[in-house]
């Protein structure tokens, strides 16, 4: 019983065994007992015993890994969230420079309305002068024409009055 392969059986194999060999057993007449060999099911026990150590030290393996994934995943998680974390600081900032962008020039292309606007009041207010201006010479000097005209009128309709032939033409 005590071969290799047994042995090389894992707890779980060996207990089932141990359990159905009992299944099996005879039973004692008018008992619920059952007769089973000794040194059969010490064995496979001894077996189990020895099965076990390697088992739980898989077992302790096993978890050593989850708890070591576990905490390589945390970290990984938490490295991940911190990036998320930074960019969306980073788009936020971003959105919130774009935004003062958009308003500096809202404020910037306002003031250049308004500039524009005094400018060009200022300038139609000069031009407006000028023309005043202007029209007052031009005043001048049609009332100078008209005067120098009537003089020549005078002139030219002599004493009595009468048209010099040259003015009826200029004035038809």
Avoid: C, N, Y
């Amino acid at each position: 019983m005590g071969e290799a392969p047994r042995r090389e059986a894992d707890a779980l194999g060996l207990l089932d065994e141990l359990r159905q060999r009992i299944a099996e057993a005879r039973s004692v007449p008018l008992s619920t007992s059952v007769i089973v060999a000794r040194d059969e099911v010490l064995e496979l026990l001894d077996d189990v015993i020895e099965a076990l150590p390697s088992e739980l030290a898989e077992a302790r393996w096993l978890l050593r890994e989850r708890e070591q994934f576990l905490a390589r995943a945390t970290l990984e998680a938490d490295a991940i969230l911190e990036a998320a974390r930074k960019q969306a600081e980073a788009l936020v900032a971003q959105t919130e420079i774009v935004r003062a962008a958009e308003h500096e020039a809202a404020r910037i292309v306002l003031d250049a309305k308004e500039r524009a606007s005094k400018l060009q009041m200022q300038t139609e207010d000069f031009i407006d002068r000028r023309l005043a201006e202007v029209e007052i010479v031009l005043e001048e000097l049609l009332a100078t024409a008209r005067r120098g005209r009537a003089r020549l009128q005078g002139a030219v309709q002599g004493p009595r009055g009468q048209l010099d032939p040259r003015e009826e033409d200029d004035d038809a």
